[in-house]
Structure formats: C-alpha cells, structure tokens
C-alpha cells in the first residue's frame, strides 16, 4: 500500500491531477447511482425478494434515524442512507485485490466529515432558522460560545480521523500479513476487516445522525415536531 499521505496522481485532466481513490470514489458514486436507479424502477404493491431486502434496509435505516432523533426520518434518509452505503462499501473494498479503499486516504475521509457539517449546519439552520441555530452556540450560557465553536470543530475531526486510522491500519494489517504469511493465514483476518468496515461505517453514520440530530433540536426545543402519521407507524 502507498503512503496514504502521499498519493501519486494516475493522470491529468488539463491542471488538474487524478489519483487513484478519487478514480475509485467516482466508480463506487456511479455504481450505487446505477444501481439504485437499476433496483428501485419497478416497485411493486406485492414485492420480489429484491424489493424486500431493500425495504428491509430503508426501515432499518430510517429506525434507527427515529431513535436517534426521535424526529420523522424522511428528510434525513437520503443522506444517511447514502453516506452508510458508501462507507460500508468503501470499506469493503479493501477486500478485493489490487484496490485500496477510498476510505483508507485522508482526503475522501475528510470530504465525508464535511458534508456531515454541512449538513449539520444546513438542517440545523432549517430546523431551527438562523438565530434559533445560532443561539444553540450560547447554550448552556454565553460564556460557552468558544467551548461549543471549538466542539463543532473538533467533532468533525475526530470522524476523519476515525475513520481513517481505522481502515489504513486494517489494510496495513492485512497487506502484511499477506506478504509474511502467503494467502491462507489472512482468511481471519479479512474476515475482522469484514466485520470492522460494517462496524466503522455503522459508527460514522449514527455520529453523522447524532451531530445532525443535536443541530435540529427536539420539540421541546422548538424543532419540527414528529408528524403524527411517523408517530403512529413508530415502534
């Protein structure tokens, strides 16, 4: 494995280099668009066993949303149903011979964290409108305006860092361990990769759901309330 600070472009586009976990991304992006696209236009009223499993992951997905924010998941599905697959999948690529997961580079870490801010200050702004949002900063007291500012910031941090340490050391391992030991001792251990790149991408999700969450606020905050029709379908 290349140093994941250090990255060698694999081509121009005019001034513009081209690495290999940007060419990766941008063929997980288009495989789950394709497949989405491919999966979702035939739904049926009686479903297929597709159209099951992926019921199955959307009311999954949208039940832990609603405990977590205790709000209709609707608005919020689409992003974090997004950023759990791509992760998940991302991870998983370590996995497959002669790609190193997009995840495992400090960049495509960094990207995801922010679209997590961004998104944590776009509903939180929505939510609550801007002076309700920023208001949020002063709480408990103004005094804690820095404390809070630095929060925001450092919590964003610790997603990239997470997340990277976290795959870069798993594909180290592994790559290691491959090179000492010849192709049947790593079996375990691409087995633990399995298992920690579904729990990484879990993790990272239900931090994005949480730090989102908290931006919103809850009804007692002035928030949108849950609609009643997801109130009455919640478990």
């Known amino acids: ?6 990255i060698e472009p694999l ?49 999954t997905i ?58 944590t200050i776009a509903y939180g702004i929505r939510g609550r409108g801007l002076k309700g949002y920023l208001a949020t900063f002063a709480e408990p007291s103004w005094v804690m305006i820095p404390l809070n500012l630095v929060e925001q910031i450092t919590r964003t941090f610790s997603l990239v860092v997470r997340l990277f340490g976290n795959v870069m050391s798993g594909v180290f391992i592994v790559g290691i361990v491959l090179a000492l030991a010849g192709l049947f001792v790593p079996i375990p251990l691409m087995a633990l990769e399995l298992l ?17 969450g908290a931006a919103v606020g809850d009804e007692l905050d002035g928030g949108d309330p849950l609609p009643q029709a997801s109130k009455e379908t919640a478990p």
């Open 1 to 6: 494995m290349e140093n994941p600070l250090s």
């Open 11 to 59: 081509f121009h586009i005019g001034p513009v280099p081209v690495t290999g976990p940007v060419v990766v991304t941008w063929g997980l992006m288009i495989l789950l668009a394709g497949g989405s696209a491919l999966l979702t236009r035939n739904l049926k009223l009686r479903p297929g066993k597709t159209q099951v499993v992926l019921e199955l992951l959307v009311t």
């Open 62 to 119: 949208d039940s832990q949303i609603r405990e977590t924010m205790n709000r209709d998941p609707a608005p919020y599905r689409a992003l974090i149903g997004t950023i759990l697959i791509f992760v998940l999948l991302a991870n998983w690529l370590s996995l497959v011979p002669g790609i190193e997961p997009p995840t495992a580079h400090v960049e495509t870490d960094a990207a995801l964290a922010l679209i997590v801010l961004a998104a």
């Open 196 to 212: 920690t790149g579904a729990v990484q991408a879990y993790i990272f999700a239900i931090l994005a759901t949480v730090f989102i």
